[in-house]
């Protein structure tokens, strides 16, 4: 299993980006997605979870109005649309994919086992 983020940068404050994370050696209807940001300092933190086979998406409630995640799933990949940005989202994020993830768990990192290398959001004010 494979897993690449991508699409990162720097934006100011209300701008939007979309996150991609590229997957392969996994089938996106047997495996769940989630999306985390680690800021510098700070633990490593739940984002959003994708989880094609229940059609369910589920997002921290730091993120949910402005955050959405979707897939292309011909294309094995997951993307995290994020709008009205804010400073306190800069952070690197990263895309973690696993089996049987439900909503007890979905915001323990230590339940991912495979994950991406990570790209860099910055938002300036």
């Known amino acids: 299993v494979q897993l690449q983020a991508s699409g990162g940068g720097l934006v100011q404050a209300g701008d939007s980006l979309r996150l991609s994370c590229a997957t392969s050696g996994l089938r996106l209807r047997t495996f769940a997605v989630g999306w985390f940001r680690q800021a510098p300092g700070k633990e490593r933190e739940f984002v959003g979870r994708?989880?094609?086979?229940?059609?369910?998406?589920a997002y921290a409630d730091s993120v949910k109005g402005r955050f959405t995640i979707s897939s292309d799933n011909a294309k094995n990949t997951v993307y995290l649309q994020m709008n009205s940005l804010k400073p306190k989202d800069t952070a690197i994020y990263y895309c973690?994919?696993?089996?049987?993830?439900?909503?007890?768990?979905?915001?323990?990192?230590?339940?991912?086992?495979?994950w991406g290398q990570g790209t860099q959001v910055t938002v300036s004010s």
């Open positions: 973690a994919a696993d089996l049987l993830v439900t909503s007890v768990c979905q915001i323990i990192v230590a339940r991912y086992r495979n």
């Open positions: 994708f989880t094609l086979s229940a059609g369910l998406t």
